[in-house]
T-cell receptor
C-alpha cells in the first residue's frame, strides 16, 4: 500500500536559517509527489510537485525539493526562512483510483514549522 | 488562487442534528474530493466524484454521504451528527485530464459536535 512518512512532527528554526523537511514515500510505481502548506485555519496550498524529469524542482515562496528514488525521499528545502513560513507542511503521493482517472492524495502526518524571531 | 469555496467555515452543532457541508468550485473541474483531517493528523480521503451523478467512497470509512448533481457543487451530508464526527473537512477538485494532477483545496470546514 502507498504511504508517506514525515519523520519530524515539529521543527523550530530561527528566521533566516535554512530549512529541510523530510519526506519518505512507499509506492510501487513511479511516484507523483507533492508538497502542500497549510496555514492556521486555511486550506492547503500547493508548494511544488514532481511528476518526472529533473529531480530538483522549484516551487513557490522560494521552496525547492529533491526527488531521490534510491532513498524514496522527497525532501523540501528553503535556504532562508521567513516568519511567514510558519505553518504545517504536508508531503503527499498521488495515486490513480478507479478507471476514470480520479486520483487520491496519500498524505504524511505533516510537519509543523515554528519560526523563532 | 484556486476558486473553490466551502461553507460554513466553522460549525458547532448538537448530537443528532442533520448537517450539510457545502463545497463549490468555479474551475469546471470534473473530479472532486472530500478529505477528513483530525487535529495534528494527516488527511484521509472519504469521498470522491468523477463527475455529475458519480460518487465513490474513499479510503476512510465515513458515515457521511455526498451527491453530485451539478459539476460545480459537491455537498457532504451527515444525517445524524455525533461527537466522533468532530473533525476538519476539506474539499478539493482537480482538472479533467487523466493522470496525476494537482488538487486545489478549499479552506475547510471545522466541525464540532457537542
Amino acid at each position: 500500500a502507498q504511504s508517506v512518512t514525515q519523520p519530524d512532527i515539529h521543527i523550530t528554526v530561527s528566521e533566516g536559517a535554512s530549512l529541510e523537511l523530510r519526506c519518505n514515500y512507499s509506492y510501487g510505481a513511479t511516484p507523483y509527489l507533492f508538497w502542500y502548506v497549510q496555514s492556521p485555519g486555511q486550506g492547503l496550498q500547493l508548494l511544488l510537485k514532481y511528476f518526472s524529469g529533473d529531480t530538483l524542482v522549484q516551487g513557490i515562496k522560494g521552496f525547492e525539493a529533491e526527488f531521490k528514488r534510491s532513498q524514496s525521499s522527497f525532501n523540501l528545502r528553503k535556504p532562508s526562512v521567513h516568519w511567514s513560513d510558519a505553518a504545517e507542511y504536508f508531503c503527499a503521493v498521488g495515486v490513480v483510483v478507479g478507471i476514470q482517472g480520479a486520483q487520491k492524495l496519500v498524505f504524511g502526518q505533516g510537519t509543523r514549522l515554528t519560526i523563532n524571531p | 488562487e484556486a476558486d473553490i469555496y466551502q461553507t460554513p467555515r466553522y460549525l458547532v452543532i448538537g448530537t443528532g442534528k442533520k448537517i450539510t457541508l457545502e463545497c463549490s468550485q468555479t474551475m469546471g473541474h470534473d473530479k472532486m474530493y472530500w478529505y477528513q483531517q483530525d487535529p495534528g493528523m494527516e488527511l484521509h480521503l472519504i469521498h470522491y466524484s468523477y463527475g455529475v451523478n458519480s460518487t465513490e467512497k474513499g479510503d476512510l470509512s465515513s458515515e457521511s454521504t455526498v451527491s453530485r448533481i451539478r459539476t460545480e457543487h459537491f455537498p457532504l451530508t451527515l444525517e445524524s451528527a455525533r461527537p466522533s464526527h468532530t473533525s476538519q473537512y476539506l474539499c478539493a477538485s482537480s482538472d479533467n485530464s487523466y493522470g496525476i494532477y494537482e488538487q486545489y483545496f478549499g479552506p475547510g470546514t471545522r466541525l464540532t459536535v457537542t
